[in-house]
């Protein structure tokens, strides 16, 4: 399967939620998963690099591939069980050319005025991609929401995306933790960390968008 972690705005945790989605299929399916990183910040591929510092953490192994990828991705999913993409949070050739072989997409949206407003933009460019590509389903995922209960930016957002028909709105919230931060400044991910509602709540969001896998 190829999972493409993909938005329209930087800013809004795709990496962090790249390597976290691998870590899951890796530890808890225990799948052999490939970090394949389109986005030039690298931010991916440094993690890999200190995670493989940490002889006792298992390896997830990562990749580098810019510009059209589609030849790429198609000959990488032939060698592992599944890919795990991370592009730049932009519009450009590599989310395009992903969208036409993908099977997924997860976009993490901020529950945020200039986050929501870039959703239409996606719905063009993923509706483009599905006329190509039938197989592909997305999910918007709401990601670094307050932790506070008394601020509704989140509730807000969720009726907001919900006019979106082209995509699903995950029911499954990722909150701004400081586990997410500090878990990836140490080449690890959530579930590796002490913070059991981080894990818990990536944990729940593997198991609604991948119920079958």
Same mark, same amino acid.
Not at 41 to 64: E, F, G
Not at 83 to 102: N, Y
Not at 117 to 146: G, I, M, Q, W
């Given at each position: 399967?190829?999972?493409?972690? @993909?938005?329209?705005? @930087? $800013?809004?945790?795709?990496?962090?939620?790249?390597?976290?989605?691998?870590?899951?299929?890796?530890?808890?399916? $225990?799948?052999?998963?490939?970090?394949?990183?389109?986005?030039? =910040?690298?931010?991916?591929?440094?993690?890999?690099?200190?995670?493989?510092?940490?002889?006792?953490?298992?390896?997830?192994?990562?990749? =580098?591939?810019?510009?059209?990828? /589609?030849?790429?991705?198609?000959?990488?999913?032939?060698?592992?069980?599944?890919?795990?993409?991370?592009?730049?949070?932009?519009?450009?050739?590599?989310? /395009?050319?992903?969208?036409?072989?993908?099977?997924?997409?997860?976009?993490?949206?901020?529950?945020?005025?200039?986050?929501?407003?870039?959703?239409?933009?996606?719905?063009?460019?993923?509706?483009?991609?599905?006329?190509?590509?039938?197989?592909?389903?997305?999910?918007?995922?709401?990601?670094?929401?307050?932790?506070?209960?008394?601020?509704?930016?989140? =509730?807000?957002?969720?009726?907001?995306?919900?006019?979106?028909?082209?995509?699903?709105?995950?029911?499954?919230?990722?909150?701004? /933790?400081?586990?997410?931060?500090?878990?990836?400044?140490? $080449?690890?991910?959530?579930?590796?960390?002490?913070?059991?509602?981080?894990?818990?709540?990536? /944990?729940?969001?593997?198991?609604?968008?991948?119920?079958?896998?």
């Amino acid at each position: 399967m190829i999972i493409l972690i @993909g938005s329209q705005k @930087g $800013g809004c945790g795709k990496s962090t939620l790249a390597v976290n989605v691998a870590c899951a299929l890796a530890l808890d399916k $225990g799948a052999d998963a490939l970090l394949v990183d389109c986005d030039t =910040q690298s931010s991916v591929a440094r993690w890999v690099q200190d995670r493989q510092t940490h002889a006792a953490l298992k390896n997830i192994p990562c990749v =580098q591939i810019s510009g059209d990828v /589609r030849i790429t991705l198609h000959d990488l999913a032939k060698r592992y069980d599944h890919l795990v993409v991370d592009v730049a949070g932009r519009d450009s050739v590599e989310l /395009r050319s992903a969208l036409s072989v993908a099977d997924m997409l997860l976009s993490p949206i901020r529950p945020s005025q200039y986050d929501l407003d870039t959703v239409p933009h996606l719905a063009e460019v993923y509706s483009r991609a599905k006329d190509f590509n039938e197989k592909l389903r997305a999910s918007l995922v709401l990601n670094l929401c307050p932790t506070n209960p008394v601020i509704k930016e989140a =509730q807000e957002a969720e009726t907001y995306l919900q006019d979106f028909a082209e995509f699903a709105v995950a029911k499954t919230r990722i909150y701004d /933790r400081k586990a997410y931060r500090d878990s990836v400044a140490e $080449g690890q991910s959530a579930l590796e960390w002490k913070d059991s509602k981080a894990a818990d709540a990536i /944990r729940q969001l593997m198991m609604e968008v991948m119920p079958n896998d």
